[in-house]
């Protein structure tokens, strides 16, 4: 039995060449890289609560900063503990912990770990043979490459992204009319200028991506990380909970009572702003930022967001773990995918497949006749948002594409029960039964859903006008999540009004820190900034907006120049078949 044991952890401690993690992934087994051990995650997928996709982007990859500061319930379950202060915390490095984790670990790297481009992302690999030389390590690098989408070309001939392969046309009996792939190679010129243009001016104004520099700015992240963790700045200030708790009770006070006098659209609006308030302890709690007990924390989002809000935590978590580890990539991140209303970036012009949704994103008529006027249609749209957020939450709880095993299997079954609940007090108690007519019903519905329309706009506020250009695998995580991402700069006593979505930027640096003391993480971040010279974007709410607004135009100015170029060829095409 001893012998057993010490060879297990033999196996688990033998240093894995490239090329062999190279082959593992090649025959489809889930590698991530964390401090140094190799872990093979298959076993995990089913079980882990946010999903399968955001361990998938993570494979090939040294995923420490993300695993440290976010995907802490990458591990079958968290382990809380209490450190020398008696703060509860947690920690992937409690005995427990460890103990999870080499149930995963099958062997270790030297050195430093180059990343791969994961599968899921484009990444090509190729199969080891025991009888290659190990030597070969380096000329894995460019198997994991997947087509730029500035140089390369795309091979799938059935998703409908783009293709560049020529196809035979009849010819005229003058001079060729342009085909569709001529009339393609305009369009994607166009925008692959653009790409390589953005690209250019993140690489001028951000750190390099070569290893010295980067291993820099994570040294330093780690160390601000130990640095918050040391001033208590992971601890819950439950005052700051109880202050929110009073604004909820008066926000539900105030909206019962006008019902109950008939004052029926103040009563629409006192409940959309209770809506509003709760879904900021909906984050907090679906970051376990309030307990840090997973089941526990987990339970108060449901209970909210279900029983009261009628939306699904599940669902937010399973979109929100992959949005925080590929923040604003364009095919990856659901955030902002939202064709064909919105597109924050050129790339989306080339009906781009969805690795989150599974689909291919068309850029179809819908799209260019929206897309061309997304900057007036913003605000409109935000005020109907709500209306989105049960169709995905009710497709995600209902098509069961939550965790069925694990420490999450129940979710799914008690959100079903709230989100039947929630319909019962709303839709039968207050918007039937409590309401005299039709007209007044429909008034009470868009009222209290558009009241929360400011959410909407907060959410989309951080990242809608900042980067979306991809600057490669080897970019660190914090470099990254700065890139992508915008803070909010209002005073103080507003911050209840934003609940915390003011400091994105810091909030994807640090998750799971309470969002009440996140101002005060801020002067520490900003310190971080400036020693590894990275641009912390911060704005007011306006001129945030006035961003948000200016990225929006571009885009649309960008489909309207394409439309143009389209009926400009076409033209001149049925010129020169007819002369």
């Known amino acids: 039995m001893a012998d057993a044991k010490r060879s297990a952890v033999d196996r688990k401690q033998r240093i894995l060449s490239r090329r062999e993690i190279e082959g593992l992934i090649a025959e ?43 995907v802490r319930i990458f591990i079958l379950s968290l382990m809380a503990v209490v450190d020398t202060n008696n703060r509860l915390v947690y920690s992937l490095h409690s005995v427990e912990a460890r103990q999870r984790m080499l149930a995963y670990q099958i062997g270790r790297i030297q050195g430093r770990w180059n990343n791969f481009l994961p599968p899921i992302q484009g990444g090509q690999f190729r199969l080891y043979s025991k009888d290659e030389v190990n ?24 998703t409908g992204l783009r293709r560049r392969n020529s196809v035979s046309t009849v010819a005229s009996s003058t001079s060729p009319a342009p085909s569709r792939d001529e009339m393609s190679e305009s369009h994607f010129s166009f925008l692959d200028a653009r790409t390589q243009q953005e690209i250019v001016l993140d690489t ?21 990380e130990q640095r918050i963790a040391s001033q208590g700045l992971y601890d819950c200030n439950y005052w700051g909970y109880f202050r929110e708790c009073c604004r909820y009770t008066l926000f539900a006070a105030l909206s019962y009572t006008f019902l109950q006098w008939g004052w029926y659209m103040l009563s629409a609006f006192f409940l959309g702003c209770l809506w509003h308030q709760l879904v900021f302890t909906v984050h907090d709690a679906g970051h376990m930022g309030i307990t840090h007990h997973f089941h526990l924390d987990t339970t108060i989002g449901m209970t909210i967001a279900s029983y009261i809000g009628g939306l699904s935590l599940c669902w937010w978590k399973h979109n929100h773990n992959v949005h925080h580890i590929v923040t604003n ?75 069925k095993k694990g420490p999450a299997w129940w979710h799914r079954w008690y959100e079903i029960v709230g989100v039947c609940f929630f319909w019962t007090w709303f839709g039968y108690g207050v918007l039937y039964r409590s309401l005299p007519n039709w007209s007044t019903r429909i008034g009470y519905l868009l009222i209290s859903h558009m009241v929360t329309s400011p959410l909407h706009v907060q959410i989309t506020l951080s990242h809608f006008a900042m980067s979306t250009a991809d600057l490669g695998i080897h970019e660190s995580f914090p470099q990254k999540m700065l890139r992508t991402t915008m803070d909010v700069d209002c005073p103080t006593w507003l911050d209840f009004f934003h609940g915390g979505l003011q400091f994105q930027a810091i ?25 590894v010279e990275i641009p912390y974007a911060i704005f007011t709410f306006v001129d945030g907006n006035k961003e948000v607004i200016s990225r929006l135009a571009d885009v649309a100015k960008q489909a309207k120049i394409m439309e143009e170029c389209r009926k400009s060829i076409a033209r001149e095409g049925v010129f020169a078949a007819h002369h």
């Not at 951000?206 to 330093?220: C, E, F, G, R």
């Open 28 to 70: 489809g087994r889930h590698i991530v890289i964390y401090d140094g051990k190799v872990l093979k995650t298959d076993a995990w997928l089913q079980y882990h609560p946010g999903g399968q996709i955001s361990i998938k982007h993570m494979v090939g990859r040294d995923a420490t900063d993300e695993i440290n500061v976010y």
């Open 135 to 158: 030597g070969s390590d380096d000329s894995s690098d460019a198997s994991s490459r997947s087509s730029s989408p500035v140089f390369d070309e795309p091979i799938d001939a059935d």
């Open 204 to 224: 001028a104004k951000y750190p390099a991506l070569d290893a010295t520099s980067q291993d820099y700015i994570v040294q330093k992240y780690r160390e601000l």
């Open 329 to 403: 990539a364009p095919e990856h991140d659901p955030d902002i995918q939202h064709m064909p209303f919105f597109a924050i970036s050129h790339r989306l012009l080339t009906s781009l497949r969805s690795t989150y949704y599974g689909i291919v994103m068309k850029y179809d008529f819908a799209a260019k006749m929206f897309l061309q006027v997304q900057n007036y249609l913003y605000y409109p749209i935000m005020c109907f948002a709500r209306f989105n957020l049960y169709a995905l939450s009710y497709g995600h709880l209902f098509l069961g594409k939550g965790p």
């Open 507 to 531: 909030h994807h640096l640090f998750p799971r820190i309470p969002r009440h003391n996140l101002r005060e993480t801020q002067k520490l971040v900003r310190d971080f900034c400036r020693e």
